[in-house]
């Protein structure tokens, strides 16, 4: 017996076409993507675009100190830090060198 196409269930069209339309379709989002970040590049690189990331940078160091200072597992996290010997000012150098490497790594 010869066998039917393969239907989508969800679609009700054949499956292979279904698959290509979604890979056609993934295609254009992440070239949506890229062009998106490719035009913040001039953005981040000007002396402008540096003064706004500071400013959010710092912002975020604050939420965070916001937060260490409400939150009782933060605090007792940052407790166990001290004890450890490290300061502040390595735990803050951390979490910078780990937010430019996030950036560095979603650019």
């Known amino acids: 017996?010869?066998?039917g196409l393969d239907i989508d269930p969800a679609t009700g069209l054949p499956r292979e076409k279904?698959?290509?339309d979604r890979a056609n379709q993934d295609a254009?989002?992440?070239e949506l993507t890229l062009?998106?970040?490719a035009s913040l590049v001039g953005i981040v690189e000007s002396p402008e675009g540096r003064k706004i990331i500071t400013l959010i940078e710092e912002?975020?160091?604050h939420r965070i100190d916001q937060f260490i200072k409400q939150d009782p597992a933060a605090?007792?996290?940052s407790k166990l830090l001290s004890t450890l010997g490290v300061k502040d000012n390595q735990a803050r150098a951390a979490v910078d060198q780990?937010?430019?490497r996030y950036l560095t790594l979603n650019t």
């Open 1 to 3: 017996m010869k066998k």
């Open 18 to 20: 279904v698959q290509t």
């Open 28 to 30: 254009r989002k992440e």
């Open 35 to 37: 062009k998106e970040k």
């Open 59 to 61: 912002a975020l160091m």
């Open 75 to 77: 605090q007792e996290l």
């Open 98 to 100: 780990l937010h430019q």
